[in-house]
Nanobody, 129 residues
């Protein structure tokens, strides 16, 4: 599976952006997909995840209410709507998907970064103050 992230750019604080992640190569079959981000000089961190079969979501606590993850199964595309952006949201945003593609129920909160094996190239989001 190849993942292609897009939609990043420069935005003023308080503004919004919508990131997209398109999956190609074969029918998307991962159990879950997610967004991670990496700010300059910092480690990559979890943003949000979504279970592909039913759209159930899970968020980083500090981003709840501002960020919304969604997916369009028919188009093999995932989105991240980011509102009320802050300078500290500046980062490269990566979309990713799990290697696990089974049907056994798993809580999204149990997936660690190492469980996500398919990664897009990242899209840069810069929020100016």
């Amino acid at each position: 599976v190849q993942l292609q992230a897009s939609g990043g750019g420069l935005v003023q604080a308080g503004g919004s952006l919508r990131l997209s992640c398109a999956a190609s190569g074969r029918t998307f079959s991962s159990y879950a997909a997610a967004w991670y981000r990496q700010a300059p000089g910092k480690e990559r961190e979890f943003v949000a995840s979504i279970r592909w079969s039913d759209g159930v979501t899970y968020y980083r606590d500090s981003l709840k209410g501002r960020f919304t993850i969604s997916r369009e199964s028919a188009e093999n595309t995932m989105y991240l709507q980011m509102n009320t952006l802050r300078p500290e949201d500046t980062a490269v945003y990566y979309c990713t998907a799990t290697g696990y593609s089974g049907t056994t129920f798993k809580f999204l909160s149990t997936f660690l970064m190492e469980d996500f094996v398919y990664w897009g190239q990242g899209t840069l989001v810069t929020v100016s103050s």
